[in-house]
């Protein structure tokens, strides 16, 4: 099983690292209902780009979020991978 480390503050990360943290400017927590409608567009098919403008997120913070999903089981590959098969 993984390890977790300690929950840190910005003013902890910046004392902490020195150099450099990586997407720290970024959002990776999502609430259930957004949650639900990433599975939903994932499994109806949409592009990577059009689930993260239909959940007003940065793609980057959907493409972390449909590498978790699919590492825990809850997503399943599909046709197109990341780029779907569905045109918006």
Do not use: T
């Amino acid at each position: 099983m993984a390890k977790f480390g300690p929950a840190r503050s910005k003013s902890d990360m910046n004392s902490f690292y020195n150099d450099y943290i990586a997407c720290f400017d970024l959002d990776f927590s999502w609430n259930e209902q957004q949650l639900n409608r990433v599975k939903v567009y994932w499994e109806a098919g949409y592009h990577i780009a059009d689930i993260a403008e239909k959940v007003d997120r940065i793609i980057d913070e959907v493409a972390i979020l449909i590498i978790d999903l699919s590492r825990k089981g809850e997503i399943e590959e599909r046709p197109g991978g990341v780029f779907g098969d569905k045109c918006n």
